[in-house]
């Protein structure tokens, strides 16, 4: 590649994280790998980036997704961060992943450009620091599916094949994913800010997010007050609209939750198909941590961790800064309870607030979990005659409870037409169904077949559309599913 095609590809990058201390990361270059084939390329997402993709050809992607041909402007780190992993804290950093730097977009927008599976670093703890081809195809597959549905979300713009196997129970085929994200700093971060023992270094982390994400804070009286307050609100709407979905992350330990308010790092996630609180998809979550229902509780607790690193800049009186931050973190339930009841009042075509609702949508919870019914297809048939069909209708107390629910519609001024449109637009029709996942990867994987993806990709970019292929629920035989973490 020529140094004038190379400046026409549209690269800006910026590299304002590495004027903060120099404990906080390590310059790396990824390690270049021997045969890359790009197998997905994010064209939207290139294009909003300000990328051109007529710049290169198809090899010459695969050289710069590979971390084998570096843009001129790049000037790769792994970062430095620690984190309570199943409420165990160590110290961590990327492992697997570099950061190329900051891509400044035409609209003046600031991403984070990353390699996740692009080699060993100083953080790697033994690790090969490679990925496998199937984690990395999921990831691409559930953010992007996120983005559509409109969910604060990292992205991802590329995965590429490394022609090299990595060994794990088995061995498998190596990628490498391209990540794209407001930030990657995490509640570990500072975390791992609070080990340096120096309020100066904490403060510059602090003043730097700050600046990057919540520049608003600056102008309250307590900036750092106000920063946890924003990044608890941010985290109480994220979490409402994954329980929304039915979605789960699966892993969510404090280096796994990021402080602009984005869902970050696809591991053992998995959408649920019959309704109960208690799902758990993990393979390595044998207690149930990360269940479905336990999300909200693990996202105040973490962010409970978080106001612990911030109590040195809260205040200069130790206890009044606890109590400062005890408050803030009290509030995350009312908050999250609040954000979720807004969603699925959406959900159940609810333009009024009344007293009753949340009663309303805890009875039908607890009829689809009575009769395991489907979370996706249960509120999305709600929305029209679809749902008389379902096998749940046979219960003599859902029927109950639609009448009851179909008067509250029925009784709104805005009528029902009006509630069943707003459904239809809050509850999707497609969902990253666990078994096709796991259809779609395997022929990716295996028979380097990319058909099934590609066509499964397309149609999660419109959730909100009927899909007959995609649509339909697993059959009874396919409902036990496990999930791995994507290392």
């Not at 604060?152 to 990540?179: H, K, Y």
């Not at 693990?298 to 106001?307: E, K, S």
């Not at 959406?346 to 333009?351: D, M, P, R, S, V």
Request: hydrophobic share 40%; charged share 20%.
């Amino acid at each position: 590649m020529n140094s004038h095609k190379a400046d026409t590809v549209g690269w800006k990058f910026e590299h304002s994280y590495t004027t903060l201390p120099q404990d906080f990361f390590i310059e790396q270059q990824p390690i270049k790998v021997s045969h890359p084939k790009l197998v997905l390329l994010n064209e939207p997402l290139l294009e909003s980036l300000g990328l051109n993709k007529e710049a290169l050809n198809h090899a010459a992607w695969g050289d710069i997704f590979s971390g084998n041909h570096m843009p001129l402007e790049a000037h790769p780190i792994a970062e430095a961060y620690a984190g309570h992993q199943f409420g165990h804290f160590a110290e961590l950093g990327d492992g697997r992943a570099v950061l190329l730097g900051e891509q400044m977009t035409p609209d003046g927008k600031r991403f984070d450009i990353q390699f996740k599976g692009s080699g060993p670093t100083p953080y790697s703890r033994r690790g090969d620091g490679r990925a496998a081809l199937g984690p990395m195809l999921r990831e691409y597959i559930i953010s992007e599916y996120m983005h559509a549905l409109k969910i604060p979300t990292t992205r991802s713009l590329a995965v590429v094949t490394t022609g090299e196997d990595v060994v794990r129970n088995e061995i498998l085929p190596g990628g490498i994913l391209t990540r794209v994200a407001q930030s990657h700093i995490r509640v570990g971060t500072f975390q791992y800010a609070s080990t340096l023992n120096d309020v100066q270094k904490l403060k510059a982390l602090a003043d730097y997010t700050i600046n990057r994400h919540y520049v608003a804070c600056k102008e309250s009286d307590n900036p750092y007050l106000a920063f946890l307050n924003a990044v608890i609100a941010k985290q109480a709407s994220l979490i409402a609209q994954w329980m929304h979905i039915g979605f789960i992350h699966g892993v969510m330990n404090t280096d796994n939750m990021s402080i602009s308010g984005e869902t970050i790092d696809y591991g053992p996630c998995a959408f649920m198909d019959h309704y109960h609180p208690e799902t758990v998809f993990s393979s390595i979550d044998r207690q149930g941590r990360y269940a479905y229902v336990n999300q909200p509780p693990i996202a105040q607790w973490n962010l409970a961790r978080f106001a612990e690193t911030l109590l040195p800049l809260i205040d200069q009186d130790a206890d009044k800064s606890i109590e400062l931050a005890s408050q803030a973190i009290n509030n995350f339930s009312d908050q999250f309870q609040m954000a979720w009841l807004q969603g699925m009042r959406q959900k159940i075509g609810l333009f009024i607030e009344e007293s009753a609702d949340i009663d309303l949508i805890n009875d039908l919870l607890a009829l689809m979990q009575k009769n395991k019914a489907d979370y996706t297809l249960t509120f999305r048939h709600l929305s029209s005659d679809a749902i008389l069909k379902d096998a749940i209708f046979k219960d003599v107390s859902f029927k109950a409870w639609y009448k009851n629910w179909l008067h509250r519609v029925q009784t709104q001024k805005e009528g029902e037409e009006a509630s069943r449109h707003m459904m239809l637009k809050h509850n999707p029709a497609v969902i990253p169904r666990n078994y096709l996942v796991e259809k779609a990867l395997s022929m990716a994987v295996i028979d380097q077949d990319y058909t099934l993806l590609n066509d499964f990709i397309e149609a999660l970019l419109s959730p909100y559309e009927d899909s007959k292929i995609f649509s339909e629920p697993p059959l009874e035989e396919d409902k036990t599913y496990q999930t791995f973490c994507g290392t």
